[in-house]
């Protein structure tokens, strides 16, 4: 069974910064895809960034781009997401999933994750 532990959220002013880890454990599979995802008061869950099979590819929503940066550690199992330059939008619940298949271009959309942890808080305050 994959449990997934996310950590690192936090309140923060804008323009800081957090990282946020996910601890990964329970699959052994050599194809896979790690994401994260974050869901704001009374809007969907959105892909924010992920990271497809041994860390060469890695797809990160518009938003995002140039502020936030996905990294993984395998010999910790362990997935990282590098958050600078926050801002108030950013504010939300954070999720890392996990999938047991290299998603391509299909990374960012939560339906395709089986595996999801409990979420970690970020707060951006103006």
């Known amino acids: 069974q994959v449990q997934l532990v996310e950590s690192g959220g936090g309140s923060v002013q804008a323009g800081g910064s957090l990282r946020l880890s996910c601890a990964a454990s329970?699959?052994?599979?050599?194809?896979?895809?790690m994401g994260w995802f974050r869901q704001a008061p009374g809007k969907e869950r959105e892909g924010v960034a992920a990271?497809?099979?041994?860390?060469?590819?890695?797809y990160y929503t518009d938003s995002v781009k140039g502020r936030f940066t996905i990294s993984q550690d395998n010999a910790k199992n362990t997935v990282y997401l590098q958050m600078n330059n926050l801002k108030p939008d950013d504010t939300a619940m954070y999720y890392c999933?996990?999938?047991?298949?290299?998603?391509?271009?299909?990374?960012?959309?939560?339906?395709?994750?089986?595996?999801w942890g409990q979420g970690t808080q970020v707060t951006v305050s103006s």
């Open positions: 999933a996990a999938a047991s298949r290299n998603l391509g271009s299909w990374s960012l959309y939560p339906r395709n994750y089986s595996y």
């Open positions: 329970g699959y052994t599979g050599s194809n896979y895809c």
């Open positions: 990271i497809c099979t041994g860390g060469g590819s890695t």
